[in-house]
């Protein structure tokens, strides 16, 4: 069957392809290796490399070719990439150049600013940029709105996690806030006598890094096709044939960058398991960014904290760094599965986290829909962490507002993809044990081939074939259901 | 005064150069950091990189804005930057796309049967590749013959080294080959009795990094613009704001990667000294291959290799593998100023290493324009080696003809810029001690900014000003000039 259109298009989306692994690597690079003074000439290189892309984008020769292939004759995956395709095009297309660069330079300048501001906890300072930024998120909503049918901050959210709404969000944290505050409660009440040893530092680096090597190892990624370097802030990025992990390492503290490894463990094997036949299409990228922190999450909350991995760890920890009581796997399973609320996401427990998600999406959707204004976010802050985790963070903008990169660089919408990634890691366990009664003893005995080919079969092999629901549904039989998430913390903590 | 189509054009420059760096720092991670099954990915992508380059540098539209800056009032360095671009525009336009095509997939084959062919000794096996790379490489010679009018060997040197041409090649390397064999006979034997205490292993690789990093901040590497790393061939690449150096490491030996990381400094402090006022256009370039050879041999040659420089040096050898005798200076002096020949140009000592420049462009010449047959390549090896050397390498040929990349690789013609490279560092050395007569009394003293104040006026901030005749006369009185080489030669080993 002849498709001219669509080869078009899949020849241009290859050639997106190449053109952006290259400003991929050069992404990682500028994280992982550039000395201070290659900035300047770096950040030129990668605006014109944007520019570029976007140009490709936005060809008008693009929406004739989309629409002609529409009427080839495709089978069912080349429909399903000629969908992400369109998908990509709107994206590109429903901004003006203009808004863009306005935007790039707004948020620059206030992620620039916010670096000292955090730690000087000088909120009013930072109002002066982010007025500017939520402004330009503001009139980005409504565009995106105005071309999808979405509601604002629905429009806004759908470029990470394509399908997902504000009304289903709503039904599925408004329940998440009912159980939250007792189970936190319930948890802290029984881990309170409950012995805990520290364990003793230092933790040399190299030592460390080692380790996170090892535990990458046992989680199966492939150093044939990717590697492991540090940046300040940890990310997984690279290409799927080539992927870039990254931690960071303290010497006072090991656990921190081992878990942010194994986390970004599993980020990397979703990227380096997507299905090779298609790579460069669309329909070959991750389907979404809940769905991708669903690999990560499965990686470090699901398995990595389960007590027959934790067994296999430990002996790994006291090779590192020398026999301790702290490494015994009871305690070091009992140290990686403390809850205590604080006020910082990135620190919390698996159980307090989805508090300070939904805190987030409950300020940042008013906000940019024009309900709630800047100034009003330290008392609805103030109130909302009384309310879910019993803190009081008056007067503390640092540890509060000022504490997320998010909000300067206007990534309005991506706050939820962190719980629902949490739900949907529970939710594929639960499915993996329907399927494989004897997991958690296949688990303890270090078989960890049958998480891994699960995820395979039914989420790294699948890519952007379906729509999450669609997958979600092929994978567990059910679209996404919260419930498997409040059965995981109760087991875990309550059981 | 309006220069539109001048401006056009160095916009069009300035896209080349952040495309270009997005390239150049693929490629350096490329040969730094690449795991095993990133290669095809990353092959693809440079590829797509370098068609749209290309495209870009054949652009329809050049040639008359060319023509129409021409007839524009530019400025003096405006007019020498519009000369460099109409250059790089000839190159790019002088070959149809099937014939790089052809040679890309022919090199290519080449070079990758080499890697086994050598160890192997397998002459015959790499004549049957060797073969169709020398017929292309001729048909790439004709057609660059007739857009420059120069002759078919002179017309590929031009690529690395414009201006220079065989003729005067003959009269320089026609001296060479006069003296250079008795020197050599008289250096030998004066050293013949010399005692040289040899280093003691083993030398760890965290050592040697550590030693070649303080090598560099003694010849002023800027390591907050650019950075030290491993691969298999050493090289300089990156970007003059962010300059990328490799080397290698034997743990069995240090000379090697120390000496080889002085080599590269050379040519990383020029690029970082390029002018900033013109970074992104051609006029900001360095002036040429043999220009840069200059720049890295007066590190390695001329400056590293000055007792004085020794005794500053010394210390910090001792300092990373503890003291031995062989690390006195006077004995390190020895050690790195040994001459003795061999078969190999890589591992050749400065006297000894002319030979093989001469040798290879006395048999490249003849078989760019057809005057000799790859099966008469042994034959002439074997005969040049033991009419300049003394040496016997029949039937040698993984240490004769088979031995350098750059056959495999069509890169003919770029030969002759390492010896030429070593006369002009010797003439800028004598340029420097007229200027400074106690420059070697500074040398001993530490004192080398003298060295480097004097190859950033004259060399590095000229860039492509000037032609390399030009520059060499505004720096030194006169163009290239052996005498000063056989001069520094005479002095260092007679003497």
Avoid at 328 to 353: C, F, M, Q, S, W
């Amino acid at each position: 069957m002849s498709t001219p259109a669509y080869d078009e298009l899949a020849a241009t989306w290859t050639r997106l392809h190449h053109l952006s692994h290259l400003q991929s690597i050069a992404g990682w690079d500028q994280a992982a290796n550039m000395p201070p003074k290659g900035v300047e000439a770096r950040a030129a290189a990668m605006a014109e490399m944007a520019a570029l892309l976007h140009r490709m984008r936005t060809d008008p020769q693009l929406p004739t070719r989309l629409a002609r292939a529409e009427q080839e004759s495709l089978t069912e995956p080349q429909r399903a990439n000629l969908r992400e395709m369109r998908r990509e095009w709107r994206l590109a297309n429903a901004l003006p150049e203009s808004l863009v660069q306005r935007q790039q330079l707004a948020t620059s300048r206030c992620e620039h600013a916010w670096r000292t501001q955090r730690p000087a906890n000088d909120w009013a300072g930072f109002l002066v940029n982010f007025r500017e930024v939520l402004a330009l998120a503001r009139e980005e909503a409504a565009l995106l709105s105005a071309e999808t049918g979405l509601a604002k901050y629905d429009a806004m959210m759908d470029r990470f996690e394509p399908g997902m709404t504000s009304a289903r969000l709503d039904v599925i944290f408004g329940e998440v806030r009912q159980w939250l505050p007792g189970l936190v409660q319930r948890v802290m009440a029984r881990q309170a006598d409950e012995k805990v040893v520290q364990p003793a530092g230092p933790f040399p680096v190299q030592q460390q890094r080692a380790l996170c090597e090892q535990a990458m190892r046992l989680l199966g990624f492939d150093f044939e096709a990717g590697r492991l370097d540090v940046s300040t802030h940890p990310f997984c990025g690279g290409v799927p044939e080539d992927v870039r992990m990254t931690t960071r390492f303290r010497e006072d503290e090991f656990l921190g960058s081992l878990m942010g490894t194994v986390h970004e463990t599993g980020h990397g094997r979703y990227e380096q398991n997507l299905p090779r036949d298609w790579l460069g299409q669309p329909l070959a990228n991750a389907r979404s960014m809940a769905l991708h922190e669903s690999q990560s999450l499965s990686f470090e909350m699901q398995l990595a904290m389960h007590p027959g991995f934790v067994r296999h760890l430990a002996p790994l920890v006291a090779a590192a760094f020398g026999r301790q009581p702290a490494f015994e796997p009871a305690n070091l399973h009992r140290l990686l599965t403390r809850v205590k609320p604080g006020l910082i996401r990135v620190d919390a427990d698996e159980v307090t986290y989805a508090a300070h998600v939904i805190l987030r999406y409950e300020i940042e959707r008013p906000l940019v829909e024009g309900d709630i204004e800047p100034e009003d976010i330290p008392a609805l802050w103030d109130a909302k962490m009384m309310e879910l985790l019993g803190l009081d963070t008056r007067g503390n903008f640092k540890d509060g507002p000022l504490q997320d990169v998010h909000w300067p660089e206007a990534l309005i919408g991506y706050f939820p993809c962190y719980s629902l990634g949490a739900m949907y890691a529970a939710q594929w366990f639960a499915a993996m044990r329907r399927a494989t009664p004897d997991l958690d003893a296949r688990i303890d005995r270090g078989d960890f081939a049958v998480v891994f080919d699960w995820l395979r079969t039914h989420i790294w092999s699948q890519a952007s074939r379906w729509s999450t629901d669609e997958l979600a549904v092929r994978a567990s039989g059910e679209v996404l259901n919260p419930a498997h998430f409040k059965a995981h913390l109760e087991a875990r903590y309550l059981g």
